[in-house]
């Protein structure tokens, strides 16, 4: 069973930053496909960004375009989510997943029911 391991979420004013972290146990992270999701309070689940197998594509919602960055990290079988110039419109359950293995390479799907194993998620809150 893969399991995925997120961190780094807790609580920031507005305009502030966090880093989230997702590490694979278990499993090495580098023939798949990553993305992360949001699930607000009463909210469906949405993707955040994702990243491909290799890191050629990479993918954002247009809610945080220019704001978010995605990145992984192979040596360390992780992958980032960093979050500047947060909003309270952030705020929720931020949670990593994996589609894969990915066999040749391809811009990473924007869809949640694309993505099989996920993490446990972290909270994110933003707030004055």
């Known amino acids: 069973q893969l399991q995925l391991v997120e961190s780094g979420g807790g609580s920031v004013q507005p305009g502030g930053s966090l880093r989230l972290s997702c590490g694979g146990s278990r499993f090495t992270l580098e023939s798949y496909d990553i993305g992360w999701f949001r699930q607000a309070p009463g909210m469906e689940r949405e993707v955040i960004s994702c990243?491909?197998?290799?890191?050629?594509?990479?993918q954002y919602a247009d809610s945080v375009k220019g704001r978010f960055t995605i990145s992984r990290d192979y040596a360390k079988n992780t992958v980032y989510l960093q979050m500047n110039s947060l909003k309270p419109e952030d705020t929720g359950v931020y949670y990593c997943a994996v589609q894969g293995p990915i066999i040749w390479e391809r811009v990473c799907p924007k869809v949640v029911d694309s993505y099989d194993y996920w993490g446990q998620g972290t909270q994110v809150t933003v707030s004055s």
């Open positions: 990243i491909s197998s290799r890191g050629s594509y990479t």
